[in-house]
């Protein structure tokens, strides 16, 4: 096969592993599958040599590189699925705006959204194979590069997490200039999350149509929000997603299963569980047996060990694994951490991570 037939979307390698899939889809399956936010990352010295005097988003935007570092660490673990590399802000990228990553300071938009009538220079109407198609290229050159050894997952940011970063104009503990605008300019707030929405829905099929299996929708900054401000600015428009996706999906002939992701958004685990999702991920403050119990078994979970505690030792991170398996039990679940793993994290620990998932959860479906 020649390097230009790696990027044709088509005659992909058979899967082998599917465990992944069939857990989002709350099938049975040997052994609970798992896989780690941010696995394609600075923890592990291959990835720092690779992107050593590299510009990140010259990075992002090379799918030859994206490809390498994200089969990285299935070299290294046996783990259940691939996240493309890749990085949420391309959207604004493509709607515009100018991102760079700072060292030390991390992303930071040179002209962030200040009043509403700044929306008028954003480009609301998005060729997403013209601005993303290096996304695209990566995924499916990712694909054949796997040789089906597991499922590969594309993602998204949500609409209110890119527009806190689109006003912040980077990182902020407060967001309070985004959530300015939710109070001082509901209308225009509106506008720029339906336009977020639009893109992110073209983004997303797109990457089906390149190769992705799955899609995880990030909404990192739901949080910051109370629940009346969630369920207004941030809900409907994840819901609107997975809608839109799905049907398009749909007449295509085409299934591919949905995760989202609100990072302590605790008071819409109801709601989640009711937004064409299949899974719900969450973060390490939610009690698994609670989780199970507010969603009602309407979708498959996944998560949410705290990655700080993969700075224990290698026993009691198997002991940490075996409480968390046994609170969500071993059906429609995927184990993650409930965020992604910091830099400083040993790959070691990682690895005993996976092991004691796959380790636990074999011995416990043994053992129904």
């Not at 465990?19 to 010295?45: D, I, K, N, S």
């Amino acid at each position: 096969m020649s390097k230009n037939d790696l990027i044709i979307p088509m005659d992909f390698p058979k899967l082998k592993n599917d465990t992944f899939l069939r857990a989002a889809r709350g099938e049975e399956t040997e052994h609970v599958p798992v896989w780690c936010m941010r696995q394609a990352g600075r923890y592990l010295p291959e990835f720092r040599e690779w992107r050593e005097g590299k510009d990140f988003f010259d990075t992002c935007r090379s799918p030859e590189v994206c490809c390498e570092l994200t089969l990285q660490p299935l070299r290294r673990f046996p783990l259940d699925a691939a996240i493309i590399f890749s990085d949420i802000l391309v959207v604004p990228q493509a709607m515009g705006m100018k991102v760079q990553m700072l060292t030390g300071k991390g992303p930071t938009f040179t002209e962030p959204l200040k009043e509403p009538e700044d929306l008028e220079w954003l480009q609301a109407k998005v060729d997403v194979y013209k601005e993303l198609g290096y996304v695209f290229k990566a995924i499916t050159l990712t694909r054949h590069k796997l040789e089906g050894k597991v499922p590969l997952i594309g993602f998204t940011g949500a609409p209110w997490t890119l527009m806190s970063y689109m006003i912040e104009g980077g990182g902020s503990v407060t967001q309070s200039k985004a959530k300015r605008w939710l109070y001082r300019y509901p209308e225009a707030s509106h506008m720029l999350l339906k336009m977020l929405a639009d893109v992110i829905v073209e983004y997303l099929l797109g990457q089906v149509t390149a190769g992705a299996q799955a899609l995880q929708v990030f909404e990192s900054h739901a949080g910051i929000l109370g629940p009346a401000e969630f369920k207004e600015f941030s809900l409907p428009y994840l819901r609107d997603i997975a809608r839109r996706v799905k049907d398009r999906l749909k007449e295509a002939g085409q299934d591919v299963p949905m995760i989202v992701f609100a990072k302590d958004a605790h008071y819409g685990l109801e709601d989640l569980s009711q937004s064409n999702y299949e899974v719900v991920g969450l973060d390490w403050t939610i009690d698994p047996q609670s989780a199970r119990e507010r969603t009602g078994g309407k979708v498959s979970l996944q998560g949410n060990m705290d990655p700080c505690a993969l700075y224990a030792p290698k026993e009691r991170i198997s002991d940490i694994v075996k409480k968390m398996v046994a609170g969500f039990g071993t059906r429609g679940y995927i184990a993650n951490l409930g965020h992604g793993l910091y830099p400083d994290m040993e790959p070691e620990n990682v690895g005993a991570f996976v092991e004691a998932v796959h380790q636990h959860s074999k011995l416990m479906i043994k053992q129904m």
